[in-house]
Structures are given as structure tokens and as C-alpha cells.
């Protein structure tokens, strides 16, 4: 394996929930294995208070999250991305972005919890699903050996963990 750590970055449109979930995930589990980041197309300009709620109890520094475009990605200067993850559910009609600066694309279509509407309570549940869904598509990756792998052999991996439970 290289000295440098694998580059993902998790997309989704509004870069407020999902994708902010994905990026502290493979951060958190990565172990340094991986580096991610988080963008959108259509970036809502914050995290959503949920997401921040649910990283804060998971003792996940919130202060480095931001909502942002994938314009930074694709700039002069960008971190070079290995992988490209959707995270939107397009199965909801929901337009997904494509990131055209990655060899390597996935997609692991998840419902948007930040559509959730109801008590405090409502909104963290869905939130933690989200959480727990993400968690075992992201635990399935690190458990690959990602850099010795073929990109066909990990493009079809990619795409048996998108189709994990909760696929949307």
C-alpha cells in the first residue's frame, strides 16, 4: 500500500446530512487507512443540526463539518479522489449527483433523514438509522483489501455493499 491514505469523497446534493455522516465514518474508522471528505452539488450552506447532534454523541468533533460544493474538488490544488460515493436515495426521485473527477464511483443510495419531520426525538432516530446503515457499508469497505484490488474487483465490491440493507 502507498504511504498515502485512499481517497473518498461522499457526495450527495445538499451536502447537510448523509454525506456529512459518510465523511466522519470512514474518518473516524479509516484508522488512517483512508482520508474522506464530503461535498454536494447543491450544498444547503450548513450541516444539518441533526447530523451535528448525533456526531456530538458520538464524541465526534463537529467544528471541522461544513456544507460545501464539489467545486472544491474538482479546483486546482484539490486532493486527488480515489473514490467518488453517492449517498442520495434516488429511489425518492431525488437527483444524484455525478462526480466526474474519480476513476472509481459508487453508489450506496440511503432515505435523507433530514426529511424527517416531528419531535427532536423523530429527527435523531432517523439520524441514527442513517448512522447505522452507513456504519455497515463503511465497515464493509475497510474490511476489503481496497489497495491490492483489481479496479474491476473493487468496482463490483462497491456496488454488493450500495445494495446492503436500507439500499434507496
Excluded at 11 to 20: P, V
Excluded at 131 to 159: C, G, H, I, N, Y
Aim: aromatic share 8%; glycine share 10%; charged share 20%.
Amino acid at each position: 500500500m502507498s504511504q498515502n491514505p485512499f481517497t473518498i469523497l461522499v457526495l450527495c446534493t445538499g451536502n447537510s446530512a448523509r454525506s456529512i455522516l459518510g465523511e466522519a465514518l470512514f474518518n473516524h474508522l479509516g484508522q488512517g487507512r483512508v482520508r474522506a471528505f464530503s461535498a454536494g452539488s447543491k450544498p444547503k450552506g450548513m450541516p444539518h443540526p441533526g447530523a451535528l447532534r448525533l456526531l456530538a454523541r458520538r464524541g465526534i468533533d463537529t467544528s471541522a463539518f461544513r456544507s460545501k460544493s464539489w467545486d472544491e474538488f474538482t479546483a486546482p490544488g484539490a486532493p486527488a479522489i480515489d473514490l467518488a460515493i453517492t449517498v442520495c436515495g434516488n429511489a425518492a426521485g431525488e437527483a444524484c449527483p455525478v462526480f466526474m473527477g474519480s476513476p472509481l464511483k459508487a453508489h450506496w443510495g440511503l432515505a435523507d433523514p433530514a426529511d424527517v419531520t416531528g419531535s427532536e426525538a423523530d429527527v435523531d432516530a432517523a439520524f441514527e438509522e442513517t448512522w447505522r446503515l452507513l456504519e455497515m457499508r463503511v465497515r464493509a469497505f475497510l474490511a476489503l483489501d481496497f489497495a491490492a484490488m483489481e479496479p474491476a474487483a473493487l468496482q463490483s465490491a462497491l456496488a454488493q455493499i450500495g445494495a446492503l440493507e436500507g439500499a434507496a
